[in-house]
């Protein structure tokens, strides 16, 4: 009895029934299609359309829900199609019926009237019957009867797709009333914020408590008002003028006005996504702009970091021309996300890094030779980790990780460790991470510096690179508690409570020594690249002497791995002097 | 008739002239019925010929006379025993005598006058029909012909847009536009509804078209609502600043002129009601009375030019209705409804006296379809009656429980 009545009962949807709904009107279209089908076949067209609003009533139902509603529509306008096929053969026959355009709109309900209105409307564009224009605005006022948010989505929905290939793209009306493109964006535009306005309206129907239920909801039609934005995109004849004048205010206008975080997440989102990265670089300021005033729920970061991908990537495409001089970008967001920090106090750490890795992808993208933006973004890293009180990062926490990301970005995109070396900042950032993870990463710049070969050509380079890698170098405290280890077989040292324990490798430990054998070879390879210049054998020689100073506070169990590449180094050295340089040389 | 087993002696048959030419219009028969009869108007010529056939071969029909009646005619259900006839013609067509074949007859009312549209209804049916009377000696033979007539208007001159605020008091308020107050029948309600407050939960809104048939006068007066459309022009609840549209064509509903006190039997008003459904099924609803009128037909006009005309384009009607009422028109008022769910009749005081030919008031020279126009208020500020004219405060049937706005 419930379930039977035309009745629209705004309770939400029950779940366990949601199956038996949505077969008991699936079923309903599927004999009302068949049966319009058939009148179609006859060329009944009047029976054909009761039995087309027949089907189009099952659309007005409370009871199902977006899951379910959207596999009902998407059935229903399949059905559709027929009948428009069909009047579209009649028109273009000649057979057009009269004032088919009136008949429909007869029909008592605003569901099924709205709908065949649509298919109608289209039908006499794509037969040039009239006024492209008139259609297309009243078909987009038209809709404003359905405000039911689920139905006026759909419904919406089945406007964009119907007309899909029929907006005018043209700058200049072809004939009179044909429209131009500015019609199609209006139309467009106007379509997208009352579908923005249904969608947020969802937010506040029903309880409280149903609040998940109904964002995640909310989440799964997001393609729906996104779609708008897709035509928009579609229109050729929107040219980056005319989006940064016309098309991209009205958006954010939408957007930000609108004021609910999911629909604000999401539209952003989708800008960046759906229109090229030009226009984005056109419009950079009046996005960020927007971006400063969305909802404080918003995660802007996500937003930024996509934008910032996104123009990285386009600058180093093939073929690209690079960002235009005339925009300096990385001030820009640099600025940005300034701000952002500044206007969230509850900004998490990991999410601080996270910008900054994004950032510094775009300096490194973009700006490769500007060293000192990267410097920049660490140094702010660091005094925001500060300001933020973080002293100990976990190792397996989301910081650890996006930081450990960040603090790989240069040495993947220079593939030159003396750069980092100049870096004043880096150094310090990577200091704060945990043993493991920054053991990790040094031993990462090691490996980088392996492969590509790069050489370390002074003295005080290779001092420097050393205590950027100290960890590697020496740690008293894990020496330490390797013999502590021996002595009395604890698993537990400073800091790391999950290393080893697993396979039982603590300091000490079978799997400890092979990890250490592996990042002492690896320190001892590289001091193979302990190089200067070909005739610079005193300097050569100074290289060798720091070497083996700092490599000596490694302690028995490292040296045995490191000291014997100095050794080899010196001895080649010997042999380079004795073959020609009359300089004396010191013994070592 | 069949005295004795003898059957009718003749068959009289009414012939009109032009019938194969003529249109012909659908009239409702009592019983439910419809048929079509030829159509005719007010100074037309009805004319034709009347045959008699005799029924036996080599038969003598004696008669004391035969006669054409044309006869306008107005029945009260509840007052069968009286007939108004407020046309009546006769021509005599055959003096006494005995007819020993068949015969044939001309008649012609010239330029017969008739006033008023035929008009079949709950309680009350106007027609207009021809009938033959053989008067004989025991009893007469009659014939009757139906005919059908519609009563043509102008459009008219001063045509205002109905446009209204009405409310509850901090529940919801709107403000209601229909472009026209004088619809013809083939005609489209354009209009839209705007909410500048909304407290409740609406679920839809819908039109509907109210014909009341008010059959007799005084305290015997027979009223008749009949709801005739219902159409939706809201699915949902919106919000505050929301402008929904209203485009209803009225050709596709069963509707008559506007008929006012006819030959003072009967009149046939219609009524738009703007009615707001809530999520506990409360009502919430706005009658307001429009004009309907015929037009003569006009040759079919391409499509495009007919739809804008016809202000199918919602848009292009950017300024509603005809030209502009003179500026005493007050098209604003908020009406304060009591407590909704209660049903209270809305009470209203005594209506002033309408200045009758106050300026600008009236608007046609033609009394049938126009007078004063019921919508039209003056500035007084009174609160607005639902019911006003005066016929009975009588509030909507089904929705007696519910609110008016």
Known sequence: ?588 | MSFFGFGPSAEIEILLDGSDTRKAAELKLEDGRKERFPLYYDGETVSGKVNVVLKKSNGKLEHQGIKIEFIGQIDLYFDRGNRHEFVSMVRELARPGILTQNASYNFEFVNVEKPYESYTGSNVKLRYYLRVSMVKRLSDLVKEQEICVHTLAQYPDLNSSIKMEVGIEDCLHIEFEYNKSKYHLKDVIVGKIYFLLVRIKIKHMEIQVIKREIAGSGPNALNENETLAKFEIMDGAPVRGESIPIRLFLSGYDLTPTMRDINKKFSVKYYLNLVLVDEEERRYFKQQEVTLFRKADKKRRPIASNMIERGIFHHRTAQFGGPQPPPQQPQQQTVESPELETGSTHVSPAMPSKPVAAAGQSEEPDDDEAEADDDEEDEDEEPEAEDEDNDGDRQEDRDSKNGQL
């Open chain 1, 1 to 588: 009895l419930f379930w039977q009545t035309r009745s629209q009962d705004m309770s939400g949807p029950v779940t366990e029934d949601q199956e038996k709904l949505l077969d008991e009107a699936l079923s309903v279209v599927k004999l009302q299609a068949f049966q319009m089908k058939r009148c179609l076949d006859k060329a009944k067209l009047m029976d054909a359309l009761k039995h087309a609003s027949n089907m189009l009533g099952e659309l007005r139902t409370s009871l199902l829900s977006p899951k379910s509603y959207y596999e009902l529509y998407m059935l229903i306008t399949d059905e559709m199609r027929h009948l428009e096929l069909y009047l579209l053969d009649e028109f273009q026959k000649g057979r057009r019926v009269q004032d088919l355009y009136e008949l429909v709109q007869y029909a008592g309900n605003i569901i099924p009237r709205l709908y065949l209105l649509i298919t109608v409307g289209v039908v006499y564009i794509k037969c040039s019957e009239i006024s492209r224009k008139d259609i297309l605005k009243d078909l987009v006022e038209m809709c404003r009867g359905v405000q039911h948010p689920l139905r006026g989505l759909f419904l919406r929905n089945y406007l964009l797709q119907c007309t899909k290939n029929v907006l005018p793209d043209c700058v200049e009306e072809e004939q009179e009333d044909s429209g131009s493109v500015s019609d199609s964006i209006d139309f467009v535009l106007l379509n997208f914020s009352e579908m923005n306005k249904l969608w947020v309206r969802m937010q506040h129907q029903g309880h409280t408590r149903e609040r998940d239920r109904r964002e995640q909801e909310r989440r799964e039609l997001k393609l729906l008002v996104g779609t708008n934005l897709v035509r928009l995109s579609q229109l050729d004849t929107i040219d980056v003028q005319r989006y940064r004048s016309v098309v991209l205010p009205a958006v954010l206008e939408q957007v930000v006005n609108c004021r609910d975080a999911l629909s604000q997440d999401y539209v952003m989102e989708c800008i960046i996504q759906v229109f090229p990265d030009e226009y984005h670089l056109a419009t950079l300021q009046d996005f960020l702009q927007a971006c400063a005033e969305l909802n404080p729920a918003v995660p802007v970061k996500n937003i930024l970091i996509s934008l910032i991908n996104r123009l990285s990537a386009f600058a180093t495409r093939d073929g690209s021309n690079g960002i235009p001089s005339d925009i300096p970008l990385f001030d820009f967001f640099s600025e940005q996300i300034a701000k952002i920090i500044e206007n969230k106090p509850d900004l998490s750490p990991e999410d601080l890094v996270s910008l900054q890795a994004a950032l510094t992808g775009l300096a490194l993208g973009v700006y490769k030779d500007r060293e000192d933006y990267v410097d920049k973004v660490l140094e702010t890293t660091n005094s925001g980790l500060d300001k933020l009180g973080v002293e100990h990062i976990n190792d397996h926490s989301n910081l650890s990780r996006e930081l450990m990301k960040l603090l790989k970005l240069p040495i993947d995109l220079w593939n030159d460790a003396l750069v980092l070396l100049r870096l004043r900042h880096y150094s310090p950032l990577l200091q704060r991470l945990d043993s493991p993870t920054k053991k990790s990463v040094s031993a990462y710049l090691l490996q980088n510096m392996l492969n590509n070969g790069t050489l370390v050509p002074s003295s005080e380079q290779v001092e420097q690179l050393l205590d950027l890698v100290r960890c590697l170098v020496a740690d008293p405290g894990a020496d330490a508690a390797a013999a502590a280890a021996d002595a009395t077989a604890t698993n537990s040292l400073g800091g790391d409570p999950g290393d080893g324990s697993a396979n039982g490798a603590g300091p000490g430990s079978e799997a400890d020594n092979e990890d250490l054998a592996e990042e002492q070879s690896l320190l001892g390879r590289v001091v193979h690249l302990f190089s200067t210049g070909p005739d610079l054998l005193d300097e050569q020689f100074g290289v060798l002497k720091t070497a083996r100073r700092i490599l000596a506070t490694g302690g028995g169990r490292r040296v045995k791995y490191t000291l014997p590449p100095v050794v080899y180094q010196a001895y080649q050295l010997a042999i380079r002097c004795a073959a020609g340089d009359p300089l004396p040389y010191r013994k070592l």
